[in-house]
């Protein structure tokens, strides 16, 4: 089995091996925007407001992620988030 960890902008890194990829593992942001203001300060202060903001409704990112999906992943494959 082979582990390749990649960074970058979601699919970006990932072009080299569109349709070849049997999962995708994310913690994505999924905080609404709207909601940032209200988290505890020490959650802030560990975070990048990237890492956090999630749009509108908390799910650009999940979507984004779960649309690029149908294309990266091989037929029967899975995507994980935390």
Known sequence: DIVDVRH???FDPLEDVQGKLDGLVSNPP???SDQISGLQAEVGRHEP???LDGGQN???DLLC???GSVT???PGGFVAFE
């Open 30 to 32: 999924y905080i609404p």
């Open 65 to 67: 992620i779960c649309r």
């Open 8 to 10: 970058g902008s979601w």
């Open 58 to 60: 908390g799910m650009d």
């Open 49 to 51: 407001l990237s890492a």
């Open 72 to 74: 990266a992943l091989r």
